[in-house]
């Protein structure tokens, strides 16, 4: 009758054992991989890099727990898992992160198209009014075809926006507003000059 | 007695087999603990690549960076692999090997990429320096010049990609600063370089210009008022006995600098002239005017010889019509080809000089050097 228990007590011995050996958590891990590449797809390295790269950080971290877990006589993926929720989660916030800075940036480059072309008209009714004596009208056609450029990067910065390149218009636009700014001060400064005289 | 003592036998086989099972578990344990895992090499190794990162080695030492990012994913894919093995047979060393590697080449890719980073920057401001001089030299040699439309358009185009570039460098982004000074760099030595050449091209005739000149004011010493203009410094005189007594302020045709050749072409012509005829207000539409004997004989063996050499087109007329008239201080370069004055001036002029006074027009009294203030171009 003793040996009998004693031969049960290593039998279940040797059953806790190898039920102990949890499975990796794959099903985690894929989700998780996943939701990264979906966010890497919404371009979110290029609008949040910051967050992006946080994200990533995170799923490595996640790998190495899962590595740490799998090391151990008795693997326990807890730690890894809880870790994978968190970066699964960290996706989905990256990602509407990534959008809504893409919404922003949208935004703020139509915001300065419709700037920019208020300028160019502005500057078209200054040039109206500039001085047009000696050098001042020559004065006056080099303005103007600096003018015709910023109209022209205006044309260009809505062909990026149409392709979706949102950075590269918006750091044109930008560009663009800066020179038609300098334009509007340069013949505003020769105006006044012009009314002072 | 049989069956007892075989039942002692088996208990004490199975006292004996657990505890070398024991035994075994404790010592496997044992040398299981001793292992050293890479898990905080990796950690380490992990951070460093996020440093790294973060001071876009990936893009100013991208060749260390990849290195470093591959020996952690080595280290990351030997782990899962050593893991796989039975416990008792799994090695580290390696994986701790690739991850001490990743880390030490991750913060040489983030010391390089600072270092490079910190040069592209000093690169960039030294070129937006250099470009500015050159737009500045455009602004103060060739801005007044007849250029071609595409000449022009370079150099505003320069000046749009300058500030695109200037925009990229404030926001950190020093490759697309770069790529955007070297577009602004390609045009304005474009439109500077051609309109060098322009200008170059045309003071090939100076020393022509400089005995007409000369012959001009030479003319003027018996007391005679002779007129001498000036194409490039857009300035009208007045000589008498060797001296200039007035000057005006005049215009030409939008294709000033060449010199006219054909009927239309908006040029002024070069050479020796003659006012023969002055109109008075109402007798032009350009307030007063005085006209001059374009073509003169050289003008028409010059029309001849080009259009025999099919330089200029069979049907095109070689023109007429050029004069010294009001209408002008308009500030740019609006005439036909005739000289353009302020009315004021002209009225100055009308009364000064009478029909048949000599006027020689040409490109520049000043050579090139003087012209350009000494700038090299």
Known sequence: MKSKLIIAIAAMGVAVLFSSCAKVPQAEVDAATAAIQEVKDAGADLYVPEAYQALVDSMKSANEKIEVAKAKWFPNYTKAKDLLVVVSQMAVDTKAKSEARKVELKAETEALIVEVKALVVENTELIKKAPKGKEGREALEAIKSDLAVAETTVTEVEALLANGDLIGSNDKIKAAKEKATSIKTELEEAIAKKGGK | MMVLGKKKKI????????????????VSVIIVSQKELPTEDLRIAREALSEAKEAEANLYAEKLYKQSVQM???AMVNWSRENNRFILFRDYTRIIAFAKKSKKVADEAKDESIK????LSKNVEAAFVSLAKKIELYNKLFKNLPLSKSVFDAHNKSKMFLSESKIAHETGKLKDAEILFKKADIYINHANTAASKMLRDYFNDYPRWKRLANDAIAASKGGNKVILVDKVAHILYVYQSGKAIRSFDVEFGPNWMAHKERSGDKATPEGNYRITSKKERGSTTYYKAMLLDYPNAEDRAQFA???RKGLISRGAGIGNLIEIHGNGGRGFDWTSGCVGMRDRDIDDLYRLVSSGTRVTIVGSIEPLATVTGGVDF
């Open chain 2, 11 to 26: 208990k004490w086989l199975i006292i004996i087999l657990l505890s070398v099972v024991f035994v075994a578990i404790t």
């Open chain 2, 72 to 74: 952690y994913d080595s």
């Open chain 2, 116 to 119: 490079k980073a910190d040069n």
């Open chain 2, 305 to 307: 010889i080009k259009k």
